[in-house]
């Protein structure tokens, strides 16, 4: 008969004991997560998610109708009515017509009419993140959880399960995080906008936006190439330790 020695045995146990607190670690981690979430908007995160398979799909129409249901949501919400995400929503939602022009449409109409579609609603999100920023990019916490406060009532029938003062503490992180973050987005929607100005033969315009991204965020690649290109010099080229290790986009 097969016997376990006491040294395999205490191994095993100390394994199992090691499983079971990391299992136990990740129960509670999740679930306190998860109570943080305002049950109100929670659903749009995986609809942005599945925005992202759709776009790889090239599934564009049912992309921009999720698009407008996260739309929707958040302004359904005052608190989340022209927040830093309603502004993710217009350079997604840019983005996908910005997608259709240069890559479903051979026929030049078609084309400029999408990437006036792709240019309008970049427009929205540049000017959503920059209204966003002149509120919120210089508030401490306790600033930011006084301006929230009154749309996170114990009293509102959509916290009934939840408790509204750890939800609203998340949502307070969750503008620190962007008040760093946020300036990169409308780095990336700088970005976009000068590939329309470009593709529209705006060549000064374009050249504009992309300056704007990179003051903005001066480790945007995509932005720093193609005002290169546009100069008529060499498109830069990333070290392999870039690629790999690309800087922390929080400290920019």
Known sequence: MFKIAKTTKILLIALFAIALCSFAFAYLYYSSKNKAEDPRVVETKFMFQRFDF????LDYSSALLLLDTIEAVFNSIPCYRGSFETGIVFNNRGSAFLSMALYEVTDSSEQQKLLGFAGDNIDASVRIYKAWLNQYESLPADSITEILAPCFSKDDAAFSNSDSKVILKKRVGDIVLAQKETKRRLSVSYTNLGIVK??????NEALECYKQAIELWDDNFTARNNFNVLMGNPPEKR??????FPPDKNKF
């Open 198 to 203: 470009r593709h529209q033969y705006l060549q």
């Open 54 to 57: 759709l776009m790889s799909e």
């Open 239 to 244: 070290s392999i330790l870039d690629q790999l």
